[in-house]
T-cell receptor
Framework: IAGITQAPTSQILAAGRRMTLRCTQD?????MYWYRQDLGLGLRLIHY???????GKGEVPDGYSVSRANTDDFPLTLASAVPSQTSVYFC??????????????FGPGTRLTVT | SQQGEEDPQALSIQEGENATMNCSYK?????LQWYRQNSGRGLVHLIL?????REKHSGRLRVTLDTSKKSSSLLITASRAADTASYFC????????????FGAGTRLAVHP
């Protein structure tokens, strides 16, 4: 099935632990994005990648890191989780960043609770 | 800080009525997009309007854009219970390279 998959669906994590959220797309899109969604704040961009091998910081990058070793995968890592990182995390992709207006395709999300 | 601000925060209507949601933004944009999110799900793209366009239609959706006022509206005509969801506007700032900035959303409830 074409689209974006995210894993895990949900996770409860102790503060201080390391966690990697996985994101895979099979649409061969060049650009990928990670957002967090908090109640009342909409979605905020954490990190993005315009193409394999490149990444950039979004609006709220602190405490998170990403890598883009290939076109399909864009994992998000929390090196040492803190309670303020409790949120729902969405991965998204779009075909060609910068080449005109494009919609983004979203995964189903990962609900993360840091205790 | 958020680029887009939706109004109202919540809207409750009866089936068959029209629903209008508004979005205001702060800086110049390449385009503005509307997304829908059903409870507990990911966002789904609805419609995109470019900065040189004033109005766009897609089925029961009508979007307007007023760049002089930095505002947009989304109209859903003849609403259905299945339209119950949260609706978000997202702006692609000029020079933003397709990095979208989302508003906080409007929660729409359509009652049978």
């Amino acid at each position: 099935i074409a689209g974006i998959t995210q894993a895990p669906t949900s996770q409860i994590l102790a503060a201080g632990r390391r966690m990697t959220l996985r994101c895979t797309q099979d649409m061969r899109h060049n650009a990928m994005y990670w957002y967090r969604q908090d109640l009342g704040l909409g979605l905020r961009l954490i990190h993005y990648s315009n193409t394999a091998g490149t990444t950039g910081k979004g609006e709220v990058p602190d405490g998170y890191s990403v890598s883009r070793a290939n076109t399909d995968d864009f994992p998000l890592t929390l090196a040492s989780a803190v309670p303020s990182q409790t949120s729902v995390y969405f991965c998204a992709s779009s075909p060609y960043p910068g080449q005109g207006a494009q919609e983004q395709y979203f995964g189903p999300g990962t609900r993360l609770t840091v205790t | 800080s958020q680029q887009g601000e939706e109004d109202p925060q919540a809207l409750s209507i009866q089936e068959g009525e029209n629903a209008t949601m508004n979005c205001s933004y702060k800086t110049s944009i390449n385009n503005l997009q509307w997304y829908r999110q059903n409870s507990g799900r990911g966002l789904v793209h609805l419609i995109l309007i470019r900065s040189n366009e004033r109005e766009k239609h897609s089925g029961r959706l009508r979007v307007t854009l007023d760049t002089s006022k930095k505002s947009s509206s989304l109209l859903i005509t003849a609403s259905r219970a299945a339209d119950t969801a949260s609706y978000f506007c997202a702006t692609d700032k000029t020079g933003g390279y397709n990095k979208l900035i989302f508003g906080a959303g409007t929660r729409l409830a359509v009652h049978p």
